[in-house]
């Protein structure tokens, strides 16, 4: 069962004095299918940052549509766009967006407090969660004084609390030192076989060779997908290697 569906997007950007076009997006189609675990990668400027706000309904598409379980964003109205986000969407950021004035525990409880939740009902939610990101140590301190794993994994559980149908993740490794990366993309390989559907955009090569497809952008297009199949993380990693250099070359991948 597909649980987002993109057809046809595209994205135009005219300049601030309408002199000049720019096709971010021309036609993208793909769908994700309920939990799966698909990369995008793409070279700066391919589109893949312009698809994700797309996806997150913090941009409009020029044309085309993308429906979250069965709903189509487009025809979401302004008022309730920010609790429809909320309430089907996870985020996980490159720099973490925590509230240095909030405890960790009270930054993974604001999505539920903009919902109306109990302390109670937040709670419940919140300590298994915390179990499995092994973070109940720091659910007190402030995010100034925990590193920076220990602040994406807070990010981590601020963004599953909700139950999102998907989680949208924005280059999460991109701040994190090499022990942390593989801490973060182990967790997230974890919450994957639970069910969750995850959605990354990455330049990492390593960050995607964890997932289960590689969607790979070029000139505002989708050129390419490789699909997990018996391969490791380390075959993968080759594959989508290879694959980068016909984009960067300009070749036909295979």
Known sequence: MSIL??????????????????????????TVEQGEYVAIMGESGSGKTTLLNIVASLDRPTGGKVCLDGSDLS?????AIAAFRRDNLGFVFQEFNLLDTFSVEDNIFLPLVLAGKTYSEMKAKLDPIADQLHIPDILKKYPYEISGGQKQRAAVARALITSPKLILADEPTGALDSKSTDELLRLFAEINRTGQTILLVTHSVKAASHAGRVLFIKDGEVFHQIYRGDSSNEELYQKITHTLTILATGGEAK
């Open 5 to 30: 569906e993109v057809t046809g997007l595209k994205k135009t950007y005219t300049t601030r004095f309408g002199g000049h076009k720019v096709e971010a997006l021309k036609n993208v189609n793909f």
């Open 75 to 79: 025809s979401i109205k302004e008022s």
